[in-house]
Every structure is written in C-alpha cells, then in structure tokens.
C-alpha cells in the first residue's frame, strides 16, 4: 500500500530576530518555516494554519512562552511543541513538560542538537501520519457505506473518527440491517489506537445461548461435558489489545450479559470452570438491530449492561435516508466485483442509476451489493444495464424508458381465450434451450426472478 511522502511545516515563535533567521537558514531546505516574534502572532495564525512541529522560546514579551503552550495545545493537539529556553531552569522546564511540550533546547541555539531533536519529534509525527493514511485508504478500499457526500454520512463519519481515538471506551453501533454495522466496527478499530491490535469479531445470534459464554471467555479443561482436555482461550482474550466486535448483542444469554458487565466494569473476568482472574484490555463494539429499550422493559436485556455498552452510541442512517450516496457506493461495488470475478464494466447506464436510487432497499447496503454483484455476473458489459439486476420485468423497464405506449407491443386477447399453462411451460422450456441450461440466464429472458423460474422449471419437472 503506497503511502505519499510527508511535508514537514514548522513555526519558530522568537523575539530574538537573530535566533528566527538562523533557524530559517539552517532549516528552510528541509522543513516549510513561519516565523514570529511573539506569541500572539504565532496563536492568530494557527488559528486557520496547524503546523507539525512549533518551537517557541518560553521567555518572550507580552505572553510568556508557557501561556503560549498551554493556548497552543488547546488550539492544536497533535502539535508537538519544543521549547527554547535561555537557561536550563529545572522549575521551568518541568512545568513546560507537563503543559505538554515535547522537548526543550537551551540557548544560544546549536543546530546540529535543534536538529536531532526536530528529527525525533517528526518522526514520531511521521509514524502517527504514515498510520492515518493506511488507516484512510482501508477505509475508502474496504468500507463502503463511508462512501458518499451526503450529510448525514459525513455527520456519521466525523462522529466515528472522534470516538475511536479512545482505545477502551465501549460503544455501541445501532441501524437497521444491512447499515454496514460490523464495517462501522471495523473503521473504529482501525481509527484508533489499537489499529496494530486483533479484531475479533462474534455473531452473538449465530451461537447456542449455552456456549456464548464459554465462547467469550474460554473455559478450563473439564469445565463442562464436551470440553477439551487443555481448555481454551476466549475471544475476550483473543482480543486483548484491540477490538471485539459482538454483533446482535441483543441475543446474549443472562448469564453471559452478567459476564459481560463485570469485564466492561473491571477489565476482568473468570473462565467458565477457572478460579484464576484473567486481566485484558481490549474495547467492546456491539452492534443491534433490535429496540433494546423494548428488551430491558421486558426484562430480557440488563439495564445496567445497555448503559456500559453504550457509553458511546453510534446511530446508522439507512439507504432511504442518503438515497444521494447509493449510486457512488453502486459504483464502488462495480469495481470490485468486477474484479473479482473477472469482468470489465466501465460503468452503470443512467437508467440504472435512477432506479437503484428509487428502490427501496431492505436490505441496505447488504442488499445493494448483492444487486450489484448479480449484475456483474449476468450482464454482459461494458455498462450495467437495467435488464442486468435480475429486479425488473423487461415490460416494466421498457415503460419506464419510452411511456405506456409501449403495452400495445402486446397483442390482444383471442376471443376464445388461451391455454395460459401451456404458454407458460412453451416459453419456461424455450427460455431454458435458449440459454443453454443457464437458469439464471432464462429467468432473465422471461423477466422473472431467479427463484421464481426455478420454482416453474421444478413444478414442470414434478408433473413429467
């Protein structure tokens, strides 16, 4: 994964005009510099401009450096800030230090020692920058519902940018199905400080309620009937250090929920059948599509528990809500399963466009791509047409395009009437011979959905 190079910016905030130009001259092949004079200079300017790496003198006129610091990491957190001091007082020093400042360097400046300890501070800045690319192109190449423009996605994804930072705070991410729940899970752990950590990721619906438990936190050999003879980890520990994502965790039994709890208040739990106290650190993301308010008033979800996992709630907009982001997420789906099963489209004909972004999806995201993926496989390309998605009746498709004129393509009604059923089997055996056994094919030629033709195909078969 190709990450582009880095473009250093520095301020250097001194009184001494002597000190900001021999920085500049000793610095400005290297670095992109802005000098001041004062502090209140450099803070107006940072106001609309976020530097790497400031250095800043603690004894200047009007604002004193150590104020400076302090206003400066308000404005900008990430800055890293080294300190010039003109005598090496430990009092000042340390209070720069705890205010936040990276280093300090002593007067009269040496530019071989400023420049060791700006190569340090950038470094860790070009590690911190490195990591936020990789973490942004994942995002953009393997989570597509942060693909869009509109604004409640934006609002969405500023949101989960926010509260990934924390590496422990449990949060819980709500939407109907389909959202991209567990995608939302994944774009948090790689947005936070656990992104080198494991995550691990368990269907709490897909389990039996009498092995969830043991399924989250292990169990000792002999724990239970059919447990091994060594024991095992849990997925708790499988996870320390990153993320665990428990998907419907709606579906907890009360025993695990009552497990669950005492690890998000403790940070420790047992394994089922141990007596040793295991410690992880690790954050928690849950996700549901289920009313777990409704849950609690009927005494089937803890309450307590619901507030642990939500201290932080993520709310997922559906398709119907961002109808302005479905056809970019269309799009992105097109690519990449083109490329995974081998064809080329260039693009999606306008008239799929409109209709993918009417229809209702139930679905979700889920259901767009499978849409999209169905097209890829039955169209012939280069562009997605409409006939491809497998959703529409030709007959239907083609009003759509040129008005209901086009009904009186059918012909009438005999008078004496037709033999409906054996139309039907002429045309469900035609299709099938025309599309050389292609069932998916020949539910296409007669505008049916996959399941329905084969549904016909099998009542033909049980009546021969």
Same mark, same amino acid.
């Given at each position: 994964?190709?990450? =582009?190079?880095?473009?250093?910016? #520095?301020?250097?905030?001194?009184?001494?005009?002597?000190?900001?130009?021999?920085?500049?001259?000793?610095? =400005?092949?290297?670095?992109?510099?802005?000098?001041?004079?004062? *502090?209140?200079? +450099?803070? =107006?300017?940072?106001?609309?401009?976020?530097?790497?790496?400031?250095?800043?003198? /603690?004894?200047?006129?009007?604002?004193?450096?150590?104020?400076? #610091?302090?206003?400066?990491?308000?404005?900008?957190?990430?800055?890293?800030?080294?300190?010039?001091?003109? %005598?090496?007082?430990?009092?000042?020093?340390?209070?720069?230090?705890?205010?936040? *400042?990276?280093?300090?360097?002593?007067?009269?400046?040496?530019?071989?020692?400023?420049?060791?300890?700006?190569?340090?501070?950038?470094?860790?800045?070009?590690?911190?920058?490195?990591? $936020?690319?990789?973490?942004?192109?994942? #995002?953009?190449?393997?989570?597509?519902?942060?693909?869009?423009?509109?604004?409640?996605?934006?609002?969405?994804?500023?949101?989960?940018?926010?509260?990934?930072?924390?590496?422990?705070?449990?949060?819980?991410?709500?939407?109907?199905?389909?959202?991209?729940?567990?995608?939302?899970?994944?774009?948090?752990?790689?947005?936070?400080?656990?992104?080198?950590?494991?995550?691990?990721?368990?269907?709490? *619906?897909?389990?039996?309620?009498?092995?969830? !438990?043991?399924?989250?936190?292990?169990?000792?050999?002999?724990?239970?009937?059919?447990?091994?003879? +060594?024991?095992?980890?849990?997925?708790?520990? !499988?996870?320390?250090?990153?993320?665990?994502?428990?998907?419907?965790?709606?579906?907890?039994?009360?025993?695990? $929920? +009552? =497990?669950?709890?005492?690890?998000?208040?403790?940070?420790?739990?047992?394994?089922?059948?141990?007596?040793?106290?295991?410690?992880?650190?690790?954050?928690?993301?849950?996700?549901?599509?289920?009313?777990?308010?409704?849950?609690?008033?009927?005494?089937?979800?803890?309450?307590?528990?619901?507030?642990?996992?939500?201290?932080?709630?993520?709310?997922?907009?559906?398709?119907?809500?961002?109808?302005?982001?479905?056809?970019? /997420?269309?799009?992105?789906?097109?690519?990449?399963?083109?490329?995974?099963?081998?064809?080329?489209?260039?693009?999606?004909?306008?008239?799929?466009? $409109?209709?993918?972004?009417?229809?209702?999806?139930?679905?979700?995201?889920?259901?767009?791509?499978?849409? /999209?993926?169905?097209?890829?496989?039955?169209?012939?390309?280069?562009?997605?047409?409409?006939?491809?998605?497998?959703?529409?009746?030709?007959?239907?498709?083609? $009003?759509?395009?040129?008005?209901?004129?086009?009904?009186?393509? %059918?012909?009438?009604?005999? !008078?004496?009437?037709?033999?409906?059923?054996?139309?039907?089997?002429?045309?469900?055996?035609?299709?099938?011979?025309?599309?050389?056994?292609?069932?998916?094919? *020949?539910?296409?030629? #007669?505008?049916?959905?996959?399941?329905?033709?084969?549904?016909?195909?099998?009542?033909?078969?049980?009546?021969?």
């Amino acid at each position: 994964m190709h990450v =582009k190079p880095i473009e250093f910016s #520095l301020y250097i905030v001194d009184d001494e005009q002597s000190i900001r130009q021999a920085v500049l001259a000793g610095l =400005k092949r290297h670095y992109r510099i802005t000098a001041f004079a004062s *502090a209140e200079a +450099a803070l =107006k300017e940072l106001c609309a401009d976020k530097p790497d790496l400031i250095l800043l003198d /603690i004894g200047l006129p009007g604002m004193s450096g150590l104020e400076a #610091l302090r206003e400066m990491k308000r404005l900008h957190p990430d800055g890293l800030v080294i300190m010039i001091t003109g %005598f090496e007082a430990i009092d000042t020093v340390v209070a720069a230090m705890k205010a936040g *400042a990276y280093d300090y360097v002593v007067k009269p400046l040496r530019l071989d020692p400023l420049r060791v300890s700006i190569g340090n501070a950038l470094e860790s800045i070009r590690m911190r920058k490195e990591i $936020q690319a990789l973490q942004e192109q994942y #995002l953009l190449e393997n989570v597509p519902c942060f693909i869009g423009e509109s604004n409640v996605i934006q609002d969405v994804m500023g949101f989960v940018g926010k509260v990934a930072k924390s590496p422990d705070t449990p949060i819980l991410i709500a939407g109907e199905t389909g959202t991209g729940k567990e995608l939302i899970a994944q774009a948090i752990h790689y947005k936070s400080p656990n992104f080198a950590g494991p995550f691990v990721s368990i269907n709490c *619906a897909a389990i039996p309620k009498d092995l969830i !438990e043991s399924e989250l936190f292990g169990y000792e050999k002999g724990a239970f009937s059919g447990a091994g003879v +060594a024991g095992k980890k849990g997925l708790v520990e !499988e996870a320390a250090g990153g993320t665990l994502f428990l998907d419907e965790v709606g579906d907890l039994s009360g025993p695990a $929920q +009552a =497990k669950l709890l005492r690890f998000l208040q403790d940070g420790e739990y047992y394994r089922v059948g141990g007596l040793q106290k295991l410690i992880v650190q690790a954050r928690i993301v849950s996700a549901t599509n289920k009313d777990l308010d409704r849950l609690i008033g009927q005494e089937l979800f803890r309450e307590d528990l619901y507030y642990r996992l939500a201290v932080i709630k993520v709310q997922l907009p559906s398709l119907t809500q961002r109808r302005d982001d479905i056809v970019p /997420i269309a799009r992105h789906f097109l690519l990449e399963l083109g490329r995974r099963h081998g064809r080329t489209f260039t693009g999606i004909a306008p008239a799929v466009e $409109q209709f993918l972004h009417d229809y209702t999806y139930k679905g979700n995201v889920r259901e767009l791509r499978n849409i /999209i993926e169905r097209g890829v496989l039955i169209g012939e390309g280069p562009v997605l047409q409409l006939e491809d998605l497998g959703l529409m009746r030709p007959s239907a498709a083609l $009003q759509r395009e040129t008005g209901p004129a086009a009904a009186d393509a %059918f012909p009438n009604l005999p !008078e004496e009437g037709i033999d409906f059923e054996a139309l039907e089997e002429h045309y469900v055996r035609q299709a099938y011979s025309k599309a050389e056994g292609n069932e998916m094919k *020949a539910a296409q030629l #007669l505008g049916m959905t996959y399941y329905t033709y084969r549904y016909k195909r099998k009542k033909l078969k049980e009546l021969e």
